[in-house]
């Protein structure tokens, strides 16, 4: 019984996967750089190729170095909290992308 259900699974990644591509290849090219890079910022000027209204920008989730309330949680527990939270600490930056030079930052 154990290897009907793992065929089971293995067929539902299969069809969500077909499913997923489907979808996405039905979305125009502008839908796909909104949802890929983030809606057009008209304010924003690109460093890069100095053009205005070109700007895409999103919000981003980064690893930035390591905690130091993670690290000192590791050392009052030995290490076992690193297992389950990991030491970098993350930090909310956004990241631009210019439809005119093909360009990506982070600022």
Known sequence: MDDVGGWLLV?????AGIIYYRWWDSL???EKRTRTY???NPK???PH?????????????QKKGISGGKAA???L???VSTVFTGLSRHETNTQAYCDNCNTTWVF
């Open 28 to 30: 125009s090219e502008d």
């Open 38 to 40: 983030g809606a057009i």
């Open 77 to 79: 527990t030995a290490g």
């Open 11 to 15: 067929i539902g990644i299969i069809a």
């Open 44 to 46: 924003l000027v690109c």
């Open 49 to 61: 190729c100095q053009e205005k209204g070109h700007v895409r920008t999103k919000s981003i989730d």
């Open 73 to 75: 949680g590791a050392v």
